[in-house]
Nanobody
Framework: QVQLVESGGGLVQSGGSLRLSCASS????????VDWYRQAPGNKREWVAG???????SYADSVKGRFTISRDNAKNTAYLQMDSLKPEDTAVYYC?????????WGQGTQVTVSS
């Protein structure tokens, strides 16, 4: 079963930065749309950002101007650069790759922002 592997989460103070990575050894991520989602305790999973196979990007209003999604095709890795982090960004962050036929998820990485 194809699995995406997220990394880069951790504990950071408010105003700090983290960069999340999403890698796969089984699929070519550049052929897929890649999205980042997050889920805070007691909340539904929410979409954060996405990048198309043509590298067009989009963001949720809550993170626009602070987060940047990108990919490095040579490393077969997608990234979520998170700057100016706020306590309300605290959540488990998940990577999702899809192409309309297949849909793959990672196991999630915890991001905790302290005030």
């Amino acid at each position: 079963q194809v699995q995406l592997v997220e990394s880069g989460g951790g504990l950071v103070q408010s105003g700090g930065s983290l960069r999340l990575s999403c890698a796969s050894s089984e699929i070519i991520l550049s052929l897929y749309f890649v999205d980042w989602y997050r889920q805070a305790p007691g909340n539904k999973r929410e979409w954060v950002a996405g990048i198309t196979s043509a590298d067009d990007t989009s963001y949720a209003d809550s993170v626009k101007g602070r987060f940047t999604i990108s990919r490095d095709n040579a490393k077969n890795t997608a990234y979520l650069q998170m700057d100016s982090l706020k306590p309300e960004d605290t959540a488990v962050y998940y990577c999702n790759a899809h192409d309309g036929r297949s849909d793959f998820w990672g196991q999630g990485t915890q991001v905790t922002v302290s005030s």
